[in-house]
């Protein structure tokens, strides 16, 4: 049947690139008596060239080969994937994952959805608009955690029909981090005062240059234990788990073997084992096709200019989501 397809889909675009040769033909050679003539022949390559592309994506469309499309979520989760230009390497952009994620769902030929998983977590708004983009998509989702599917990782496999995993991953991190950086004795120290003008008492709660209040404190805390009960509801309906044998895990990471034994994993093996059981479930062999973000040459070209800083020294930078003042949220 394959073989069959990918005879077809030859044949359309060879057809297609017949007919684009041919109008570039009397287009640009045939029909005109003028300087055009001189230029004739290599324009009708380049109309050719393009037709050639367009009938290839055509037969992708109408004879695709592949069906199941894989989209890869690696490294800390941010909204635009992160960084400057004296900043780290790009991470996980969920607007870029989400947007390949949608494009595989329109893609007649993905009748299944491989979601490779090697994050630590990041922003938590982010991470849950790729869960939501998994569980949207129609048809089988399967996440595969190669080294790590940590907190907000582990938030997007909630939205996967399974997780598998290696031995050797490290699964869970079930929790919520709020942090701020106290600077108040530092400030004082180079005489520096903070003074604020606000409305609404706890505005600015969790500015680095002021003491907390113990209220501060409270309101804050509050608001981190608000993510961690989303957080658990989601895993406990997703992962049809009960909330407080999640609770019990208190936020630690486990290896692939006790992950699979507490049930935050389903099965654990390699990739060639997860393909295996693609087969079983699709009924027929897996031809996978990867999905990558469709980045113009600025996009590209700042991702590089991140990368040379990053080899030149400019550190890392943590991954932080709900900035309040100086306090960030992340899982």
């Not at 030859?10 to 009397?26: A, K, M, N």
């Not at 991190?173 to 005062?193: M, P, Q, T």
């Not at 907390?212 to 509801?233: G, N, P, W």
């Amino acid at each position: 049947m394959a073989g069959a397809d990918d005879i077809v889909r030859g044949l359309l675009v060879v057809l297609v690139v017949g007919i684009g040769t041919v109008l570039g033909w009397v287009l640009f050679v045939r029909t005109p008596d003028n300087l055009a003539q001189l230029f004739g022949v290599l324009l009708v390559v380049a109309v050719a060239v393009a037709t050639a592309r367009i009938g290839s994506n055509i037969a992708g469309s109408l004879l695709p080969a592949h069906n199941v499309a894989e989209v890869a979520v690696e490294g800390p989760i941010s909204r635009d994937g992160g960084g400057g230009i004296t900043s780290p390497p790009v991470g996980a952009s969920a607007d870029d994952i989400v947007e390949q994620i949608e494009r595989a769902d329109s893609d007649r030929g993905s009748e299944a959805l491989l979601l490779k998983l090697n994050t630590p977590g990041g922003e938590i708004v982010p991470s849950e608009d790729i869960r939501i983009a998994a569980e949207q998509f129609d048809g089988p989702t399967i996440a595969y955690a190669t080294d790590v599917c940590a907190s907000g990782g582990y938030d997007i496999a909630a939205g996967c029909d399974e997780l598998w995993a290696r031995e050797g991953s490290i699964v869970g991190s079930i929790g919520v981090v709020g942090s701020r950086v106290n600077a108040k004795e530092l400030a004082d120290r180079v005489g520096l005062s903070y003074e604020q003008f606000t409305a609404g008492e706890y505005k600015d709660a969790g500015v680095p240059l002021k003491e907390m209040t113990a209220d501060e404190r409270e309101y804050l805390q509050s608001i981190v234990d608000d993510y961690y009960d989303q957080f658990i509801d989601t895993v406990a309906e997703g992962r049809e788990m009960d909330a407080e044998a999640l609770k019990d895990t208190e936020a630690r990471i486990f290896l692939g073997d006790e992950a699979e034994e507490r049930g935050l994993v389903d099965r654990l093996g390699t990739r060639d084992d997860v393909e295996a059981s693609l087969e079983q479930r699709l009924g027929e062999d897996v031809t996978i096709k990867e999905y990558e973000p469709e980045r113009g040459l600025t996009g590209k070209l700042r991702g590089g200019a991140q990368q040379v800083a990053f080899a030149l020294g400019a550190g890392i930078a943590g991954v932080a989501d709900g900035d309040i003042e100086g306090l960030s949220f992340r899982r």
